[in-house]
């Protein structure tokens, strides 16, 4: 019987000939992920020692990576003394995977962690971040944990008791239509399944649509497969990955892509034709509540945000910078900028998209998760509409349970930036 | 189990629970202060100590969806709460068993608050509305967990047996 990409990972992983979806296993981990939240890591990883009379020391420091961009720079004392702590941590161990909060090396975990190189086809990584699913997209097995988990794989360096998951493929395609991309496509998969659909399930990415896709499209798709609930998303490592990761990562060593078996099981197949799809937005307050823009075109905007582990890549910010170039930012609307890493932004200013957002009266920021998340900055007022590229919409997401937030793509971002309202990018200003 | 304190929606996400702009609050004794923290009815009640430990939470589908933040669970912890829910998201769930928060998954469950619901066997009785539901058994990989006294527990006992080993 044919296997999934997933099952042969964890197969490899966990040192066995076979598995199959329902089997449990203990994988060992390639990648351990975390950003600021590994202080409670640390909390718990020496609460794990305690009274033992063993020395706390991570399993292997080469596989840990911390990363920090919650709330960069910080916003209170106790943020700034919780990343104290964790620099100490990172000095003590010796953990060279360390982006503090710098211009050239910093960034958002879920972008680091590629453009850096650390993660490869066919590895178990784990994060706590629940949009770790994002690097899926160089055909890994990789998903989010709690920090107490992390705390767990720190120390025996095996994610505990996984159970094999079960997989949804889903095949796309068919040609993109002008200004819509691999965001509409995911928040169409969304709406689709419903915010629960695959929940501990595994979403595996075919098709042309697929294929032609840069990692950078992959890693959007992949991103948001957890707000359909997925474990992770996958698209099997192909040329364009190897691609990625020895023109754009750097990496040197054998890359050994995992793909499925022809005869994979999989427990239903979603086909998506793009060619006719519209530009999608998620409407307040869930991420599946998914609509096409002439549906919701019109609504007042108060603020832009874009950027993000979803959209806030080179191409994001082209994309966003093609549509507001010479124009203006409408008055009454704000429009917040924040790439995803400190490479990004450099390219960014290479490139002269910084100069034509400012410009615009866009407020370029730092590198980092700037207002997705409601910690840290960009606060919404009350009764406020954010139009925005992150990937949650949740009630208060954005730091005030009386604002609202639409999810769409960084086209749909800048069109409805220049005029104001919600507004569909193929149609110009 | 006892008496339902809440009743709350579908898609309640750790958003909800424990608002991002108190994630630098990290330890379980901190957190629970900040339950609900968007949501004034509910933390109110919480802080005036009204919900007594046992207390159930009631939830519809997708409960705990959202980031992996673990405060949202030790939150609730804090309180002795017993959540049961219609379906539990992934990361919620494992970082519940891992911390030892009571969670059982009833899909359909339904109560109004002052409700009486308790576990009888494999099934949620809801004796004030004299229904009941199924309860989705945990993966028993996770039984290990819960049965050791949770993930530090169970860690522990794995690290010591390894360096036993050499």
Known sequence: MGKTVVEKILARAAGLPAVSAGDVVEPRVDVAMSHENAALVINQFLEIYEGTGIEAHPWDVSKIAIIFDHRVPAESPKTASNQKKIREFVDRHKIARFHDIRGDVGGICHQILPEYGYVRPGQVVVGTDSHTTSHGALGAFSFGIGATEMASVWTLGVALNIEVPTTIKIEVNGEFGPHVGPKDLILHVVGTLTAQGANFRVLEFHGETMRKMSTSGRLAVCNMSVEAGATSGIVPADEE?????????????????????????????????????????????????????????????????IGSCTNGRIDDLEAAADIIRGKKVAQGTRMLVFPASGRVFQEALDRGYVSDFMRAGAVVMNAGCGPCLGVHEGALGDNEVAVSTTNRNFKGRMGNPKSEVYLCSPAVAAASAVAGVLSDPRKGN | MGKVAFVVGDDVS?????????????????????????????????????????????????????????????????????????????????????????????????????????????????????????????????????????????????????????
């Open chain 1, 241 to 305: 990955t190897i691609r990625y990761l020895r023109e754009e990562a750097g990496v040197t060593d054998p890359i050994e892509p995992v793909v499925p078996d022809a005869d994979a099981v999989y427990e239903r197949v979603v086909t998506i034709d793009v060619s006719t799809l519209e530009p999608q937005i998620a409407c307040p307050h869930t991420v599946d509540n998914v609509k096409p823009i002439s549906e919701v075109a019109g609504v007042k905007v108060h603020q832009i945000v």
């Open chain 2, 14 to 166: 750790t958003d909800v629970i424990y608002p991002g702009r108190y994630m630098a609050t990290v330890l379980p004794t901190e957190t629970p202060q900040y339950a609900f923290a968007n949501d004034p009815a509910l933390n109110n009640k919480l802080n005036a100590k009204l919900v007594p430990p046992g207390s159930v939470l009631v939830g519809g589908k997708n409960f705990g969806c959202g980031s992996s933040r673990e405060q949202a669970v030790s939150c609730l912890k804090g309180w002795e709460l017993t959540i049961v829910a219609s379906d539990i998201s992934r990361i919620f769930l494992q970082n519940s068993i891992n911390l030892g928060l009571n969670i059982i998954t009833a899909p359909g469950v339904e109560a109004s608050e002052g409700d009486e619901v308790v576990v009888e066997g494999a099934k949620v009785v809801n004796h004030t509305n004299g229904k009941s539901w199924d309860v989705v058994p945990l993966p028993p990989a996770r039984q290990a967990i819960i049965d050791a006294g949770g993930l530090i527990a169970f860690t522990r006992k794995r690290m010591l047996e390894a360096q036993a080993k050499g």
